[in-house]
């Protein structure tokens, strides 16, 4: 069974500009979730989403978007790209939406966002 | 709020020694606990959980157990591997909460020298 898969790996942006980044989850988990990762503040939740409905948000600002396709596919944008967003973006699915078992997260090997 | 804290590494040991990584929380509810671990260059993978109050959790040699008590959720292992480097995670979720999502801790980063 294919593991999350994110694309692209790496990316190089300037500040103004804008990002998508893609996340296809496990076959047959339709919860997925995004996460900021850096050295500085660890690891910070942004959004869920299930069955192409956000059902938690993080505390980010509104340039932080995201939504998710009718075959659990997710994608994350972020517009006018700062400086500070340069970070590793992971990407999570789970299996289910509630009990235990939703938080039994499977990762994604993270896009890694450079703004210059 | 929840909260997970946890000790700040980097941890350095040698092969063989024994480790424990210090974990803390904070929850109004009866939150499930969870070590994840972030290989170089991966995502994070679950290690461990743990459901409620005196629970062990265990796997590759890792182990951690619920202390409703002291509020902690230590993970231990007896000999540690140089594979076993790389940042670990304490996290906390409340599935009595609806819509409750996983908080994580900022992670221990632990080396282990040949």
């Known amino acids: 069974k294919a593991g999350v898969t994110q694309t692209p790996r790496y990316l190089i942006k300037t500040r103004g500009q804008q990002v998508t980044l893609s996340c296809s989850p496990i076959s047959g988990h339709r919860s997925v979730s995004w996460y900021q990762q850096t050295p500085g503040q660890g690891l910070q939740f942004l959004f869920e989403?299930?069955?192409?409905?956000?059902?938690n948000k993080g505390n980010f600002p509104g340039r932080f978007s995201g939504r998710q396709f009718s075959n659990s596919r997710s994608e994350m944008n972020v517009s006018t790209l700062e400086l500070g967003d340069s970070a590793l973006y992971l990407c999570?699915?789970?299996?289910?939406?509630?009990?235990?078992?939703?938080?039994?997260?499977?990762f994604g090997a993270g896009t890694r966002l450079s703004v210059l | 709020g929840d909260s997970v804290t946890q000790m700040e590494g980097p941890v350095t040991l040698s092969e063989e020694a024994f480790l424990t990584i210090n974990c803390t929380y904070t929850?109004?509810?009866?939150?499930?606990l969870f070590w994840y671990v972030q290989y170089p260059g991966e995502g994070l993978q679950l290690l461990l959980k743990a459901t409620k109050a005196d629970d062990k959790g265990s796997n590759k040699g890792f182990e951690a157990t619920y202390r409703k008590e002291t509020t902690s959720f230590h993970l231990e292992k007896g000999s540690v591997q140089v594979s076993d480097s790389a940042v670990y995670f304490c996290a906390l979720s409340d599935q009595r909460i609806r819509d409750d999502k996983i908080i994580f801790g900022k992670g221990t980063r632990l080396h282990i020298l040949p």
């Open positions: 999570a699915s789970s299996l289910e939406t509630s009990g235990v078992a939703k938080n039994i997260q499977y």
């Open positions: 989403y299930f069955s192409e409905t956000q059902r």
């Open positions: 929850a109004t509810g009866y939150p499930s």
